[in-house]
């Protein structure tokens, strides 16, 4: 059997190469996606995920985050968290239950608590600095970009058991509006797997990705016998021209999808970089939008 792992940005570099040694030994999906996916939310160079994630407009850091098992569908997600050391991990446990799988807010923060679940302030000085300037920014009418300081942490594993399993962790948009959730703890629009054919994960701007499930549209794709990448292709830049055409503007959307048997893909309208592991071989790559519907990749290393 082959087993892989991938994940969105530079940032999952670090967990990628962190979990696949174990996938090689036989180690589970499951704890391939949440090791790789803690390893970024636990640094707090990562200024978009966990611990030193920017905060919204009122200086909190929310946060989101979702975990899918792709042999049962078993899904787990928390939105607009404050103060859970690994979000990751509280949506992880939500996939166990039978009912109550998603959980926003306080709901989400009370169930981390009576799970045991670590607690911390996620806020950083670093990251209360940069708020307080863009603060300062934003009262002398300089106008903010909504893309800085927004990437969301996508990962999918396949082991050598076969099962596959997808998960996502991001602190959202820098300077959002309270309580404002994107797709990444979105069944289908931020993250879709199914272990008999594939999965797929998603970063970028949320308001626009959610407005079609192209993660559950690239696996349904993939399921009636395109290859991964044919789907990843036909879902998204459709999308992207669609949605261009009807509202004359496309935010940022990228995505990376795998197969069941170790295949990878990407699709980006914008500069993305993603990281993978096959079978033990891991690799950053450089992914530069040309024509829609064509990216160059470049192996950084």
């Given at each position: 059997?082959?087993?892989?792992?991938?994940?969105?940005?530079?940032?999952a570099?670090?967990?990628?190469?962190?979990?696949?040694?174990?996938l090689?030994?036989?180690?589970?999906?499951?704890?391939?996606?949440?090791r790789?996916?803690?390893?970024?939310?636990?640094?707090?160079?990562?200024i978009?995920?966990?611990?030193?994630?920017?905060?919204?407009?009122?200086?909190?850091?929310?946060?989101?985050?979702?975990?899918?098992?792709?042999?049962d569908?078993?899904?787990?997600?928390?939105?607009g968290?404050?103060?859970?050391?690994?979000?990751?991990?509280?949506?992880?446990?939500?996939s166990?239950?039978?009912?109550?799988?998603?959980?926003?807010?306080?709901?989400?923060?009370?169930y981390?608590?009576?799970?045991?679940?670590?607690?911390?302030?996620?806020?950083?000085?670093?990251?209360?600095?940069?708020?307080?300037?863009r603060?300062?920014?934003?009262?002398?009418?300089?106008?903010?970009?909504p893309y800085d300081?927004?990437?969301?942490?996508?990962m999918?594993?396949?082991?050598?058991?076969?099962?596959?399993?997808?998960?996502?962790?991001?602190?959202?948009?820098?300077?959002?509006?309270?309580?404002?959730?994107?797709?990444?703890?979105?069944?289908?629009?931020?993250?879709?797997?199914?272990?008999?054919?594939?999965?797929?994960?998603?970063?970028?701007?949320?308001?626009?990705?959610?407005?079609?499930?192209?993660?559950?549209?690239?696996?349904?794709?993939?399921?009636?016998?395109?290859?991964?990448?044919?789907?990843?292709?036909?879902?998204?830049?459709?999308?992207?021209?669609?949605?261009?055409?009807r509202?004359?503007?496309?935010?940022?959307?990228?995505?990376?999808?795998?197969?069941?048997?170790?295949?990878?893909a990407v699709?980006?309208?914008?500069?993305?970089?993603?990281?993978?592991?096959?079978?033990?071989?891991?690799h950053?790559?450089?992914?530069t939008?040309l024509?829609?519907?064509?990216?160059?990749?470049r192996?950084?290393?």
């Amino acid at each position: 059997m082959t087993n892989a792992i991938i994940g969105t940005w530079r940032m999952a570099a670090e967990g990628v190469e962190l979990a696949a040694p174990d996938l090689v030994k036989g180690g589970s999906a499951a704890d391939a996606v949440t090791r790789g996916i803690m390893a970024v939310e636990d640094n707090p160079d990562n200024i978009s995920v966990g611990f030193g994630g920017l905060p919204n407009r009122d200086g909190v850091l929310e946060m989101d985050s979702a975990f899918m098992n792709g042999d049962d569908f078993q899904i787990g997600a928390v939105a607009g968290v404050r103060d859970i050391a690994n979000p990751i991990l509280v949506s992880r446990r939500l996939s166990q239950e039978r009912v109550n799988n998603v959980l926003v807010g306080i709901g989400a923060e009370e169930y981390a608590a009576a799970q045991g679940f670590a607690r911390k302030n996620m806020l950083t000085d670093k990251a209360q600095a940069e708020y307080t300037k863009r603060k300062a920014a934003s009262q002398r009418g300089e106008r903010l970009t909504p893309y800085d300081g927004h990437d969301t942490v996508g990962m999918i594993a396949l082991d050598e058991a076969g099962t596959m399993v997808a998960g996502t962790s991001t602190s959202g948009l820098f300077m959002k509006h309270a309580g404002r959730v994107g797709d990444s703890p979105l069944a289908g629009n931020g993250f879709y797997v199914d272990s008999e054919v594939g999965g797929a994960v998603a970063t970028g701007l949320g308001e626009d990705m959610m407005k079609r499930p192209l993660c559950f549209e690239t696996v349904d794709l993939m399921a009636r016998g395109l290859g991964v990448q044919d789907a990843l292709d036909q879902a998204v830049y459709g999308f992207i021209a669609k949605l261009q055409a009807r509202n004359g503007k496309v935010g940022e959307f990228s995505y990376v999808a795998l197969d069941n048997r170790g295949n990878f893909a990407v699709a980006s309208n914008v500069e993305f970089q993603f990281a993978v592991a096959v079978n033990g071989a891991a690799h950053l790559y450089l992914v530069t939008p040309l024509d829609l519907g064509q990216v160059q990749l470049r192996q950084e290393y």
